[in-house]
């Protein structure tokens, strides 16, 4: 058991990680990603809005897979700091899914 609970925090941890850098390098650039889109500023804030939810879920990934294995209870703070990373991943990612459909 103590092999499999290493073994997801690891992945977790990679996972995590590769999602804040996809984040940070959609958000620098969304520019130039929406360069040639019919509405390109909407279309720049869809990327960006799906770079915000992406970051929170990288956070969500780390505060429930990651730091939730080295405590052993589940503390009022972190439920709460994973619910507020669940809904602003979930307000980012239908952000933007509505300013990429507008952005056409």
Known sequence: MEMTRKIA???AGGLA?????LALWAWGQAGALTAYASRPDIAS?????AAVSAG????LLVLTL????FQGG??????VMRITAGLVGSVALVSA???GLAGR
């Open 17 to 21: 990680l590769s999602l804040m850098v």
């Open 97 to 99: 899914i509505a300013l």
């Open 9 to 11: 925090m690891a992945s």
């Open 56 to 59: 929170a879920v990288a956070q």
């Open 66 to 69: 990651v730091i939730g294995q």
């Open 45 to 49: 804030w869809a990327v960006r809005s």
């Open 74 to 79: 589940r503390s009022i703070a972190s439920t």
